[in-house]
């Protein structure tokens, strides 16, 4: 939210555009408005969350940014083909995966994750801080709590992953940890139903902690690309197709 507009509107009323975006950007991606269903004008917008016109304006321009809507003059606001969304958008990934449950959507992640992740663990390697260090080795410990039933397995798994790509200090590479943490709360669960157990391998994340603590980049990278090759290679044999090389 812009800071103009956020200095403007008191607590309630950002929570209020933060539940109209939540609710129409839901209903953009799982289709609800079409040719049939055009999306609302924004007196209809106004008396179906019983909000403003500055609050509804703002979360249309939201949903806007996101890639989602459209404004056109003498036209109103229209819904945008799926192409012309920001899939790299947080909230959009999540509305996807709340929509109905696609592997594709997940694989498509994942590969994704193999870009982007043994990078950042071989970054850390080079050049993680004490504390980014530190952070690496209290959510390993917490997966190994999670196996002894004392923590919450999904919680310290994300927390491991996002810590790698904080301690990456790369700018581009920590922007995607909310991305990473929006999908992780979905696919771990299937990853881990798909292999049969209830949470990840703590010790498979311990060595791709270890060779980051011991500053060695290219077995970080060679480490978490296996960790997540078998992430990948679970929701492939799921959706019943080939494996991909590596």
């Given at each position: 939210?812009?800071?103009?507009?956020?200095?403007?509107?008191?607590?309630?009323?950002?929570?209020?555009?933060?539940?109209?975006?939540?609710?129409?950007?839901?209903?953009?991606?799982?289709?609800?408005?079409?040719?049939?269903?055009?999306?609302?004008?924004?007196?209809?917008?106004?008396?179906q969350?019983?909000?403003?016109?500055?609050?509804?304006?703002?979360?249309v321009?939201?949903?806007?940014?996101?890639?989602?809507?459209?404004?056109?003059?003498?036209?109103?606001?229209?819904?945008?083909?799926?192409?012309?969304?920001?899939?790299?958008?947080?909230?959009?990934?999540?509305?996807?995966?709340?929509?109905?449950?696609?592997?594709?959507?997940?694989?498509?992640?994942?590969?994704?994750?193999?870009?982007?992740?043994?990078?950042?663990?071989?970054?850390?390697?080079?050049?993680?801080?004490?504390?980014?260090?530190?952070?690496?080795?209290?959510?390993?410990?917490?997966?190994?709590?999670?196996?002894?039933?004392?923590?919450?397995?999904?919680?310290?798994?994300?927390?491991?992953?996002?810590?790698?790509?904080?301690?990456?200090?790369?700018?581009?590479?920590?922007?995607?940890?909310?991305?990473?943490?929006?999908?992780?709360?979905?696919?771990?669960?299937?990853?881990n139903?798909?292999?049969?157990?209830?949470?990840?391998?703590?010790?498979?994340?311990?060595?791709?902690?270890?060779?980051?603590?011991?500053?060695?980049?290219?077995?970080?990278?060679?480490?978490?690309?296996?960790?997540?090759?078998?992430?990948?290679d679970?929701?492939?044999?799921?959706?019943?197709?080939?494996?991909?090389?590596?």
């Amino acid at each position: 939210m812009p800071d103009g507009l956020e200095d403007a509107l008191g607590e309630p009323d950002r929570n209020m555009t933060r539940r109209i975006v939540d609710s129409l950007g839901l209903a953009i991606v799982t289709e609800q408005f079409s040719l049939s269903a055009p999306f609302p004008v924004e007196a209809e917008l106004c008396k179906q969350f019983g909000a403003s016109r500055t609050i509804v304006r703002e979360a249309v321009k939201m949903l806007t940014a996101k890639g989602l809507l459209k404004s056109r003059r003498r036209a109103g606001t229209s819904v945008e083909p799926e192409h012309s969304w920001n899939l790299l958008d947080p909230d959009i990934l999540r509305w996807m995966l709340e929509r109905k449950f696609s592997l594709d959507l997940l694989i498509d992640f994942t590969e994704v994750r193999m870009a982007i992740e043994p990078r950042a663990a071989g970054l850390a390697a080079h050049s993680a801080s004490g504390p980014q260090r530190r952070a690496i080795v209290l959510a390993t410990e917490r997966m190994f709590a999670a196996e002894r039933g004392e923590d919450d397995g999904l919680e310290a798994d994300i927390a491991f992953h996002t810590a790698v790509l904080a301690a990456s200090n790369n700018r581009f590479i920590r922007q995607f940890r909310d991305l990473t943490e929006a999908t992780l709360r979905f696919s771990i669960r299937r990853t881990n139903e798909y292999a049969g157990v209830t949470r990840a391998s703590a010790r498979g994340h311990a060595l791709v902690q270890e060779a980051i603590i011991k500053g060695d980049p290219a077995l970080a990278r060679q480490l978490m690309t296996e960790l997540l090759q078998g992430a990948l290679d679970l929701l492939l044999a799921a959706a019943d197709q080939a494996p991909r090389h590596r």
